[in-house]
């Protein structure tokens, strides 16, 4: 299991960031959660396999269609189990 808490900036408020991180990790079955961030960015902690932990991560460089991803920095987390993924209120 691998535990990685991922912040992206760039356009990434409003344009749907938050529910295509909750599609992608739902679909590689990643647990955890996603937030916008008061100085515009998103930030998500992701926990699962690291085959599907990367393949989130992947995607989150990539970002929604009408997104434009400058910057992804990426802290590795203690493991840690979790269950579902929500997005969460700005922090």
Sequence with gaps: ????????????QGVGFRWFVRAAAET?????????????????ELHGRADAVSQV?????????HARVEQ??????????AAGF???STS
């Design 1 to 12: 299991m691998t535990s990685r808490r991922v912040t992206v900036t760039g356009r990434v």
């Design 72 to 81: 992804l920095t990426i802290e590795e987390l203690p493991e840690t189990d």
């Design 57 to 65: 991560t992947a995607a989150m460089r990539r970002g929604p269609h």
């Design 28 to 44: 590689a079955g990643v647990s955890g959660w996603v937030r916008n961030q008061r100085d515009g960015a998103v930030m998500a």
């Design 86 to 88: 929500d997005i969460l």
